[in-house]
Structures are given as structure tokens and as C-alpha cells.
């Protein structure tokens, strides 16, 4: 059974920085692209930042770029999102997600499995 378990949110100060970490079990970790994806209230799903099989290709949303930073430890089976300068938009549930090896192109729709979320808020 896959489970990705993510830690890491709470209530931070605009400006301030927050780093998440998601611990994965039951799949082969290096098989798999990874992904951090966020849902603010009332808003869809986006894709955050992803991660390829070996690290050598990330990419970001425009609206975290230079503000964000993923990695993977292959050998932990973590995956983690350090978040610096937040801002009250930044506000939402935070997803860990495992796509397909073949691609850092992670959508809602090609995700495997999923986490079950931590909570961002940046207050203002």
C-alpha cells in the first residue's frame, strides 16, 4: 500500500519561510517523478514545483520561482519543498504527489498517488 505522508505546514508570518517534507512508503521510490501541488479555498488544484527520478529537472510554477526549492533524498524516500519569503497568497493545502518516471510534466491527471495534505497559511 502507497502512502505519502507529508509534514511540515502551519501559520507563518508573510515574509517568513517553511520548509514541508513528505515521507513515501510501499512504492519504488526512484520509479516514480514527484511533485508538490497546493489547493487554496474555493481555487483548483496547481502544480507547485516537480522533481524528476534522479533530480536533474525541476520545475516551477511562475508564481514560486526563485521563492521555492524541491529535492529528493532517493535513499530516504523524501521529497521536500523549502518555501521562502511566503506570502499570503501562498495559503493552501499542500499535496505530495507521484507521477509518472518519464516525465516532470505533472498534471491532476497523471498523478499515481497522493498525500492527504498539510496546511499553509501565511498570515499578512
Known amino acids: 500500500q502507497v502512502q505519502l505522508i507529508e509534514s511540515g505546514g502551519r501559520t507563518v508570518q508573510t515574509g517568513g519561510s517553511l520548509t514541508l517534507s513528505c515521507q513515501a512508503s510501499?512504492?519504488?521510490?526512484?520509479?516514480?517523478?514527484l511533485g508538490w501541488f497546493r489547493q487554496a479555498p474555493g481555487k483548483g488544484r496547481e502544480l507547485v514545483s516537480a522533481?524528476?527520478?534522479?533530480?536533474?529537472?525541476?520545475r516551477y510554477a511562475p508564481s514560486v520561482k526563485g521563492r521555492f526549492t524541491i529535492s529528493r533524498d532517493n535513499n530516504l524516500n523524501t521529497v521536500t519543498l523549502h518555501m521562502n519569503n511566503l506570502q499570503p497568497e501562498d495559503t493552501a493545502v499542500y499535496y505530495c504527489?507521484?507521477?509518472?518516471?518519464?516525465?516532470?510534466?505533472?498534471?491532476?491527471?497523471?498523478?499515481?498517488?497522493w498525500g492527504q495534505g498539510t496546511q499553509v497559511t501565511v498570515s499578512s
Open positions: 504527489a507521484a507521477g509518472p518516471k518519464s516525465t516532470v510534466v505533472l498534471t491532476t491527471t497523471n498523478i499515481e498517488h
Open positions: 510501499g512504492l519504488i521510490f526512484s520509479d516514480n517523478s
Open positions: 522533481i524528476s527520478w534522479h533530480s536533474t529537472t525541476t
